[in-house]
């Protein structure tokens, strides 16, 4: 089945900096890959997503990249500020009839001023 | 506003109880989902719910059961049979698609700890 799996598990970055997260995953018919916020004690929350049909997509300091030869999709930050100090999940659909999303492990991400 | 509300917060379960938690939205959503999040870990689908009075299992749906009455509620029973409980559980919902790709809107989540 579907195998997730996210990178680095902790991040520290300067306020300011960019931070990228990575995540590959195994199913070649895996075809939407969304990324969560999740604030301490809080629900995740959907940030940007993608579909197999695009290599990338952004939102204002968040972009997006899917590579579907390689497996591996990762969420970029730039001008990184202090609220965006919190835990990021990748997914993706796993394929057959089931379906269901695969979460990776998440990466906390902390922002020093 | 439109929103998903999971309670409550915080839940304390007896040895050999049953418990069970709320999840009502208001955002029109045909789909619904229960999540286990553990320590450290991504989160892990129980129980899903693509339209009223159908529901199939996720992976890892043993100790649990759900019902789907009406499309606002789909309340998630942890039975005594769920040896190890202690966990925070998360309700989402979704428009109907096809392979779980529709953005999914999450609660903000149910902790349920053992006495």
């Known amino acids: 089945g579907e195998n997730v799996e996210q990178h680095p598990s902790t991040l520290s970055v300067q306020e300011g900096d960019s931070a990228v997260i990575k995540c590959t995953y195994s199913d070649s018919a895996s075809n939407y890959f969304p990324w969560y916020k999740q604030e301490l004690g809080k629900g995740p929350q959907l940030i940007i997503d993608?579909?197999?049909?695009?290599g990338e997509k952004k939102d204002q300091r968040i972009a997006v990249t899917l590579n579907k030869t390689a497996k591996h999709f990762s969420l970029h930050i730039t001008e990184t500020q202090p609220e965006d100090s919190a835990v990021y999940f990748c997914a993706a659909t796993a394929g057959g009839s089931q379906g269901n999303l695969i979460f990776g492990k998440g990466t906390k991400l902390s922002v020093k001023p | 506003d439109g929103g998903i509300t999971q309670s409550p917060k915080y839940l304390f379960r007896k040895e050999g109880q049953n418990v069970t938690l709320s999840c009502e939205q208001n955002l029109n959503h045909d789909a619904m989902y229960w999540y286990r999040q553990d320590p450290g870990q991504g989160l892990r689908l129980i129980y899903y719910?693509?339209?009223?009075?159908?529901?199939q299992k996720g992976d890892i749906a043993e100790g649990y059961s759900v019902s789907r009455e009406k499309k606002e509620s789909f309340p998630l029973t942890v039975t005594s049979a769920q040896k190890n409980p202690t966990a925070f559980y998360l309700c989402?919902?979704?428009?109907?698609?096809?392979?779980?790709?529709?953005?999914?809107?999450f609660g903000d989540g149910t902790r349920l700890s053992i006495l």
């Open positions: 989402a919902s979704s428009r109907r698609g096809t392979m779980f790709d529709q953005p999914q809107h």
């Open positions: 719910s693509q339209i009223v009075n159908d529901f």
């Open positions: 993608i579909r197999s049909n695009v």
